[in-house]
């Protein structure tokens, strides 16, 4: 089991940065992937930024790479969503999420456990 918490969240002006947290608590953390995902209103949640156990291997949704980094420290059971040059469209409530694999993935359905997600609002 994976508990999840971030935090982080608020509101931004265009090309702005905020930097997420996601808390994990559960002895399994430093052998899950763990990835980032959005939902905006009224829309699916998606796929942002992904990293391995390792913090050796990351993967990027196109309309956020070169502005999003993904980074962890297993030590302290976080992993980070660094974000740069943000735009309206990066409006959405953002949520962390642990696989039971060491392997990163991009579907939802990969993902076994979520926090509870955290708003980011990016105003033009």
């Known amino acids: 089991q994976v508990q999840l918490v971030e935090s982080g969240g608020g509101l931004v002006q265009a090309g702005g940065s905020l930097r997420l947290s996601c808390a994990a608590s559960?002895?399994?953390?430093?052998?899950?992937?763990m990835g980032w995902f959005r939902q905006a209103p009224g829309k699916e949640r998606v796929f942002v930024a992904a990293?391995?156990?390792?913090?050796?291997?990351?993967d990027y949704a196109d309309s956020v790479k070169g502005r999003f980094t993904i980074s962890r420290v297993n030590a302290k059971s976080t992993v980070y969503l660094q974000m740069n040059s943000l735009k309206p469209e990066d409006t959405a409530v953002y949520y962390c999420?642990?696989?039971?694999?060491?392997?990163?993935?991009?579907?939802?359905?990969?993902?076994?456990?979520w926090g509870q997600g955290t708003q980011v609002t990016v105003s033009s």
């Open positions: 990293i391995s156990w390792s913090g050796g291997i990351t």
């Open positions: 999420a642990a696989r039971s694999s060491s392997m990163l993935a991009r579907r939802s359905s990969s993902y076994a456990y």
């Open positions: 559960g002895r399994t953390f430093s052998s899950s992937a």
